[in-house]
């Protein structure tokens, strides 16, 4: 077995062992893993492994994989996980499965204009900047129930859940993710059953995120191993 194969087995193990002590069934937690900057045959080994989902956060290197002969198998999944710019959004919306990173409701209507001409509807996720940080995108909580509603109102796009990046320090993140996972539960009860979706964790934290309702995952670095530039 390669070491991508390997990992994602020992990945999904520790998944399952979160889930365990969690309460949860595994397969409530769906795993992403995070092939940016990463060559294509490492995509392919993962996708040799089982894998299905697989997050990028640049458009160019996300289409240059999707063109991918090598690459294509029936039931990818690409999800969006960088920071999207309004003027990038036609270059994915025809084949993005789930954009993680709407920030404003204004990238949730670029998104729709594109989206209409082939006849799809994006699901798509806001963004929260939980830890407060400077350095992150994302909206204030505080402004999370007023963009949904707005995003709510757009056309071929399909507000399904929340995401986040928590912060570097450990001891802070527990508390970041219980309250993502309070924000969802209010979104929840205010514009209903659709609205299911919780992207948190990666590879330093995802057994907190567990413990905090996640279900999506994001992992990179345990699975393809470190990047040789950080982002
Ligand atoms: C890079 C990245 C990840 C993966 O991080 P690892 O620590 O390598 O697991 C997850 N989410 C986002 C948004 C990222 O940019």
Redesign the pocket.
Known sequence: MNHIAENLNQIRAEIAEACIRAGRQPEEVKLIA?S?TKPAPDVKAAIDAGQTRF?E?YVQELTEKWNNHELATPNIEWHF??HLQSNKAKFIAEKISLVHTVDKASLAVELSKHAAKPGRTIPVLLEVNISGEDSKYGLRPADVMREADAVMRVPNVELKGLMT?ASPEREKVKTQFHAMQKLLAELHQHFGAGITELSMG???DFDLAIESGATYI?????IFGARSFN?
Not at 218 to 222: K, M, P, Q, V
């Open positions: 995070v940016k997050g956060n996980i960088g990046i990666m590879s330093g994001r992992i990179g670095t345990a982002i």
